[in-house]
């Protein structure tokens, strides 16, 4: 409990010092509401909008499809390319540099012509989300594979002939937390790559939400729409975390377990 | 006469520009514990690499059991300077890595990890992780994976190098229990001319700048070998007459 305390009071004195400051910027003294919204008709939004009238539902699982279907499509398609691209020498030679140029350059600007080409429905989103996160978890996977400690691979080989058996039980699991890296990387991307299509075309989703809110000058939905994109990303990024725990364990296992004394 | 477990024929490797090892020929008997010592640098590991089959040869012949090597193989055991466990698998599941996924080895796989784990001392460690154990545990589960499948020839790159003197020399005593209840060919590098007496049958000497066989004498010392046994007269003689060669080839 007093743990609990320590641990969450000094964050929500910010909030509240915040929450504060932008009453005070709001209020009488303050800017006009039709550019800066105080909290109260900001959360009054939120509450209208996630549960007076639910008219946020829609166009939140409308984001989260979107998203979740081009985070998941382009992940596993990362880390199927960077798995053949980190074994294969010609890939290495012939294509990697490019991948590399093409990870430099903001995929977003992409996202009208894959509005032309996807059509302004669900496609085109999914598309472009797949494609913003598929970039750095390839550039993630092919250098956790490469960067796998050369004695353990040499240690796995005296064992086994097998490529499949070295890369399983050696590559693959030595590169997790590299992948798990990239995916973490990944589920903001996805957020972004998703609000970013709904914003140039769409008739539906958060970033339509917030897109139209423009149009009749209504800020406080703005906010309200910002907010709720917000707490989506980091719960999206609080699970990966969770399962990047879980299953790359032995990552920083060092800090919490205890060492038994040698026993001879 | 039954065909040498190791048989070396005028063995060269070179790397692009440098001549690592040139005309290296000996013979491993079967049960036969051979030390290979030499300065640092001399080859001592391309020549372990080269029999494991992990190197590809620049010239001469390797053997094994009569056949030649052309790749790793299962009646070979390695262990290296590094432990090189996985982090990611318990000491029983590193032991029980050459039958593959913990779920794919069989039960008589099973049982004989847990043996060897026993035999070394580590029955209590079986579900600890790396990290949990010390260097000289973890390189005690490097040996009991070498030996999982029941190997006839072990090869070993200084194993106990990176160990402090005194687990070392306890490191090289529960070695030779696990040989002497199943004596087997074995070629184990190190440049420690104690840990060489200790531990062999022979003793092969390279030189280095190419690496090539200066002497290949026997080790006539009584087995078990103790702590004891490093006092003894015959020991130190010929722990002297090894120093001095080995100043010679240093030189």
New interface residues.
């Given amino acids: 409990m007093k743990a609990a305390f320590a641990r969450f009071a000094p964050p929500l004195v910010t909030l509240v010092l915040i929450l504060g400051a932008w009453a005070l910027a709001t209020g009488p003294a303050g800017l006009p509401s039709y550019l800066l919204p105080g909290p109260w008709p900001v959360a009054l939004s939120l509450w209208n909008g996630l549960i007076g009238t639910g008219s946020f539902w829609p166009h939140i699982g409308f984001t989260l499809t979107s998203t979740l279907l081009g985070y998941v499509g382009g992940s596993i398609a990362a880390i199927i390319v960077g798995v053949a691209a980190a074994e294969s020498r010609l890939f290495e030679r012939f294509v990697y540099p490019y991948v590399v140029a093409v990870q430099a350059a903001p995929k977003v600007a992409l996202a009208p012509l894959i509005l032309v080409w996807f059509g302004f429905g669900l496609a085109s989103k999914v598309v472009l989300v797949a494609l913003i996160c598929f970039f750095p978890l390839l550039v993630n996977t092919i250098s956790g594979i490469r960067g796998t400690?050369p004695?353990?691979i040499?240690?796995?080989?005296?064992?086994?002939?097998s490529r499949g058996?070295v890369f399983?039980?050696?590559k693959l699991?030595a590169a997790?937390p590299a992948i798990f890296a990239g995916l973490q990387i990944g589920i903001v991307l996805a957020l972004i790559g998703a609000v970013v299509g709904e914003f140039v075309a769409s008739d539906r989703g958060v970033g339509y939400l917030i897109g139209s809110a423009t149009v009749n000058m209504s800020v406080t939905t703005m906010f309200a729409g910002v907010i709720v994109l917000a707490g989506f990303g980091m719960a999206g990024s609080a699970l990966v975390q969770r399962i990047q725990r879980r299953v790359?364990?032995?990552d920083n296992?060092?800090r919490h377990?205890?060492?038994?004394q040698?026993?001879? | 006469m039954s065909s040498p477990a190791l048989s070396l024929d005028g063995v060269g490797f070179s790397f692009p520009g440098r001549q690592v090892l040139a005309g290296l020929s000996f013979n491993v008997a079967p049960g036969e514990f051979v030390a290979v010592l030499g300065p640092s640098g001399g080859g001592k590991s391309t020549l372990l690499r080269l029999i494991a089959g992990l190197l590809p040869l620049g010239a001469g012949r390797v053997l094994v059991r009569g056949t030649p090597v052309t790749g790793p193989r299962q009646d070979v055991g390695m262990v290296f300077q590094k432990a090189t466990l996985l982090p990611w698998r318990t000491a029983l599941d590193n032991v029980l890595l050459p039958a593959g996924f913990r779920r794919g080895a069989s039960p008589a796989e099973r049982t004989r990890a847990e043996n060897l784990l026993a035999a070394i001392g580590l029955a209590d460690s079986a579900n600890y992780y790396p990290a949990q154990l010390s260097g000289g545990m973890a390189q005690r589960v490097g040996l009991a994976r070498m030996l999982l499948h029941d190997p006839d020839l072990l090869l070993m790159d200084e194993p106990f190098a990176a160990l402090d003197a005194m687990t070392r020399e306890r490191m090289a005593l529960v070695l030779q229990k696990l040989w002497q209840e199943r004596p087997r060919a074995a070629v184990f590098v190190t440049h420690s001319i104690q840990e060489a007496l200790l531990l062999a049958d022979r003793v092969v000497v390279l030189a280095h700048s190419p690496g090539r066989i200066v002497a290949d004498w026997p080790v006539p010392l009584p087995r078990p070998r103790a702590p004891e046994t490093m006092a003894t007269p015959e020991f130190n003689e010929l722990a002297l007459k090894l120093r001095r060669l080995f100043d010679e080839v240093a030189a």
């Fill in positions: 400690d004695e353990l040499e240690m796995a080989r005296s064992f086994s002939r058996f399983l039980h050696v699991p997790a790359v364990f032995w296992a060092e377990i205890v060492t038994p040698e026993t001879a």
